[in-house]
């Protein structure tokens, strides 16, 4: 209840700003114009901020619903929706033939739909190459995304996990801080396991780990 | 483009009414626009009772009503709607949901088989545009 007032309030800041530049641009000047264009961006991230938020607070005391998911089902779907930014950045992803897999299939589609935009984003490339590899283990299904981003020094390796934590200024990327800790939410919530390897300019690769038998 | 003859607005919040009517006008779709503040408001207006009593207006073609609403919320006026007599009903009824509770709205909205979609708030002109042009096509061939 009090996220959808929170949005409904912040779209309402943002419809009115884009009402005042609609009707009052030509009288404003540059100042007027900087004004605007910092609430502006403002209230966009706040409502990102908030849709992000809510996802965050759901993934706790959202009750699961695990259930046979096909991946390769899934990855279409996702990389349909990342189609436009995927052009954009002229990137190529590859992924071999997955598994089907008990799971949560909202909370699943969010993690690889988080760890692939991530890699989309902190790139300053403009031939972005992802991987995406599977692997089963005895126990576990595991899963690596790797990309030739602009990597992560070994220091904010746990870091980057915990909510709101960011490596980089708005300026450079734009983000919330709550993704990757969404991501741990959901890996947790399937009894596996999210890390990172990486170094400075060299790319990363996530990895995570979800548990097979997630029935019981 | 031809346009609606009236619209009623049915929301708590004067700004987000403000800003659809203004969309409205902008978007020049509708000869008249008129808000109510909430469902009982919005009755007696369709009625022309209340406070409306004895006023002379036309009948609503499109409502744009939100869920959400002190006194009588949306879905208490979708049941009253059905008792207003057939020629004082709108054409069409649009409502407003909100993030939290698409799901569950949804799903009572088309229920309750009067609400023609269900949208997000603001209004924005080119979904205005769509109905104007639905509403046409549906509801004036004979004009």
């Known amino acids: 209840m009090a996220s959808h007032d929170l949005k409904e309030t912040l779209r309402t800041i943002s419809s009115f700003t884009k009402l005042f530049r609609e009707e009052y641009q030509p009288v404003f000047d540059d100042n007027a114009n900087q004004y605007l264009e910092f609430i502006e961006n403002a209230s966009r991230r706040m ?17 699961l619903n695990f259930q046979p998911v096909d991946l390769n089902i899934l990855l279409s779907e996702i990389l349909d929706d990342l189609r436009q930014r995927i052009k954009e950045k002229n990137a190529v992803i590859s992924y071999p033939d997955l ?27 403009t031939h972005p190459i992802k ?25 904010h390796h746990k870091k980057i996990f915990e909510v709101f934590k960011r490596l980089h200024g708005q300026n450079d990327f734009d983000g919330t801080g709550i993704g990757l800790a969404n991501c741990k939410r959901i890996v947790d919530n399937h009894k596996g396991n999210i890390w990172v390897k990486s170094s400075l300019v060299k790319g990363a690769t996530f990895y995570f780990t979800l548990l097979k038998n997630n029935n019981s | 483009m031809k346009k609606i003859n009236f619209i009623l607005l049915v929301d708590d919040s004067p700004s987000t009414n403000f800003f659809n009517k203004k969309m409205i006008e902008m ?20 009625c022309k009772k209340g406070k409306y009593k004895g006023a002379n207006f036309p009948k609503p073609n499109v409502i744009f009503l939100d869920i959400n609403m002190p006194l009588m919320d949306g879905f208490e006026f979708l049941e009253q709607y059905p008792k207003i007599p057939k020629e004082k009903r709108a054409e069409m009824i649009i409502v407003f949901l909100t993030t939290s509770n698409w799901c569950k709205d949804k ?37």
């Not at chain 1, 590899?133 to 005895?138: I, S």
């Not at chain 2, 978007?27 to 503040?37: C, G, M, N, P, T």
């Not at chain 2, 080119?126 to 509801?139: K, V």
């Open chain 1, 47 to 63: 409502i990102t901020l908030t849709d992000d938020l809510l996802i965050y607070s759901q993934l706790d005391n959202k009750s």
């Open chain 1, 131 to 155: 991987d995406i590899v599977f692997e089963a283990l005895r126990t576990h299904y595991q899963f690596y995304i790797k990309d030739n981003g602009i990597g992560i020094e070994t220091k």
């Open chain 2, 27 to 46: 978007s020049d779709i509708a000869h008249e626009v008129h808000e109510a503040y909430n469902g009982l408001e919005a009755l007696d207006y369709i």
């Open chain 2, 107 to 143: 799903a009572k909205a088309i229920d309750t088989n009067m609400v023609y979609d269900y949208i997000e708030k603001p209004l924005q002109k080119d979904y205005l545009f769509t109905i104007a042009e639905y509403y046409h096509s549906r509801f004036m061939i004979k004009a």
């Open chain 1, 99 to 125: 598994p089907v897999i008990i799971c949560d299939m909202i909370q699943i589609r969010q993690l690889f739909q988080n760890l692939i935009s991530n890699s989309l984003k902190y790139h300053d490339d």
